[in-house]
């Protein structure tokens, strides 16, 4: 199975700040990795399909971008909303694996 | 406005089965391809498995803790997506998310349902 290994799992921002992402596969994946966000208490939301096509309806101020094996989540301008815990997911081989989460904390 | 709704979790004991739903609407579910993902409580998302349509051939692939134990299958006059949970353990507790798959660039869950809560407990 190929594993995804995300970094940092924690990370305290203030409202304002640039934040990045990184998830690294165990091996090459091409650009078949995913980004979500979810909330406490609801279900994970597509923000970034393909490495780095922006799901309709999500801000701009979230970008993706990566292939191989490094992929990378940024949010230009973190607003009050996007506190929350993001998820890569391969879609490259079944079973596809998520990585372990990065909990976006308020500083 | 594509809708997923779970349904059929609740408590277990090890060893049991339990069946769940996922009522489709909003898109043609005869031509989607659909998926299981699970969140045990206070940890991250799981996938469990995923069926083709049946023009695509039908075919189901699962992660290997619920290979032989879990069974995805679907009904297409009903628009709905079924996940069989057999021989239940309690680290299959969890909410069970179904999810549509996009196959446009990539697999990736488009749309999710709020998830059931299965509790596997004695």
């Known amino acids: 199975d190929i594993q995804m290994t995300q970094s940092p799992s924690s990370l305290s921002a203030s409202v304002g700040d640039r934040v990045t992402i990184t998830c690294r596969a165990s091996?090459?994946?091409?650009?078949?990795l995913h980004w979500y966000q979810q909330k406490p208490g609801k279900a994970p939301k597509l923000l970034i399909y393909?490495?780095?096509s922006l799901q309709s309806g999500v801000p701009s101020r979230f970008s993706g971008s990566g292939s191989g094996t490094h992929f990378t989540l940024t949010i230009s301008s973190l607003q009050p909303e996007d506190f929350a815990t993001y998820y890569c997911?391969?879609?490259?081989?079944?079973?596809?694996?998520f990585g372990q989460g990065t909990k976006l904390e308020i500083k | 406005e594509v809708q997923l709704v779970e349904s059929g979790g609740g408590l277990v004991k090890p060893g049991g089965s339990l069946r769940l739903s996922c009522a489709a609407s909003?898109?043609?579910?005869?031509?989607?391809?659909m998926s299981w993902v699970r969140q045990a409580p206070g940890k991250g998302l799981e996938w469990v498995g995923r069926?083709?349509?049946?023009?695509?051939?039908?075919?189901?692939d699962y992660a290997a803790p619920v290979k032989d134990r879990f069974t995805i299958s679907r009904d297409d006059s009903k628009n709905t997506l079924y996940l069989q949970m057999n021989s239940l353990k309690a680290e299959d507790t969890a909410v069970y998310y179904c999810?549509?798959?996009?196959?446009?660039?990539?697999?990736?869950?488009?749309?999710w349902g709020q998830g059931t809560l299965v509790t596997v407990s004695s």
């Open positions: 999810t549509t798959v996009s196959r446009s660039s990539g697999y990736y869950a488009k749309y």
């Open positions: 909003g898109f043609t579910f005869n031509n989607a391809w």
């Open positions: 069926t083709k349509s049946k023009t695509d051939g039908g075919t189901t």
């Open positions: 091996q090459s994946i091409s650009g078949s």
């Open positions: 393909a490495a780095s």
């Open positions: 997911q391969q879609s490259y081989s079944t079973p596809q694996t």
